[in-house]
């Protein structure tokens, strides 16, 4: 079936890591990514990787994909307040013409000054 | 560049009124995706058009939602009658190619739909 979980709140203070998970169901999905939405916003791509990489590190931003237990995080470093949004994970299904996302439910994450 | 352009921002109707929602895809992008997102949830695909042909509408209530891309690159989504569950987010996206490196898909900022 079609499932991506998230957990629904993360709070941090500023500077700390923040580390926002995600578990899919499709072990045939061929990128995982990360959106985040800001308030009253739609949704901003952050970051992707491909199924065949283990780790993507892009500025702050650190994403690690377990691809046998079907998990992936977003790890941010030195959270700012700034970064206070919701994180959505979203996995790819279907393949070619039909390729779309199925998105998690999100994580609001809240940085503390 | 443009990104993908949405309107109305917002709306406020009464159930059993209809309402539409335009989106402008961000040029070159063939393919356009409906998404409605309900508070506190993950948006959820509606429709998937590649150019102006349908390719996924399994989630959409054909009762009561359409939607069309007559030439390939606007679309309009049309909702009727309305009914208080489909208060929501719709949120309008493109990508050049679904089969492409990344799939990166644009998301619009979403037309907010009240149904009292």
């Known amino acids: 079936g079609e499932d991506v979980e998230q957990s629904l709140f993360l709070s941090v203070r500023e500077g700390d890591s923040s580390v926002i998970n995600c578990t899919y169901t499709?072990?045939?999905?061929?990128?995982l990514y990360w959106y985040k939405q800001e308030p009253g916003a739609g949704l901003q791509l952050l970051t992707y990787?491909?199924?065949?990489?283990d780790m993507k590190q892009d500025q702050r931003l650190t994403v690690l994909l377990n691809k046998k237990d079907k998990h992936l995080s977003l790890r941010i470093a030195d959270t700012q307040t700034g970064d206070s949004a919701i994180y959505f994970c979203?996995?790819?299904?279907?393949?070619?013409?039909?390729?779309?996302?199925?998105f998690g439910t999100g994580t609001l994450l809240a940085v503390q000054p | 560049e443009a990104g993908v352009a949405q309107s109305p921002r917002y709306k406020i109707i009464e159930k059993r009124q209809s309402v539409a929602f335009w989106c402008n895809p961000i040029?070159?992008?063939?393919?356009l995706y409906w998404y409605q997102q309900i508070l506190g949830q993950g948006p959820k695909l509606l429709i998937q058009?590649?150019?102006?042909?349908?390719?996924?509408d399994s989630q959409l209530p054909k009762d009561r939602f359409s939607a069309e891309r007559l030439k390939g690159v606007d679309s309009t989504l049309k909702i009727q009658p309305a009914k208080l569950e489909d208060s929501a987010v719709y949120l309008c996206?493109?990508?050049?190619?679904?089969?492409?490196?990344?799939?990166?898909?644009?998301f619009g900022e979403g037309s907010w739909l009240t149904v009292v």
């Open positions: 990787i491909f199924s065949n990489m």
């Open positions: 058009f590649q150019n102006n042909g349908v390719v996924d």
């Open positions: 996206a493109s990508s050049l190619d679904p089969g492409s490196f990344g799939n990166t898909i644009y």
């Open positions: 979203a996995e790819s299904m279907g393949g070619g013409a039909t390729n779309k996302l199925i």
């Open positions: 040029s070159g992008h063939a393919t």
């Open positions: 499709d072990s045939s999905s061929t990128y």
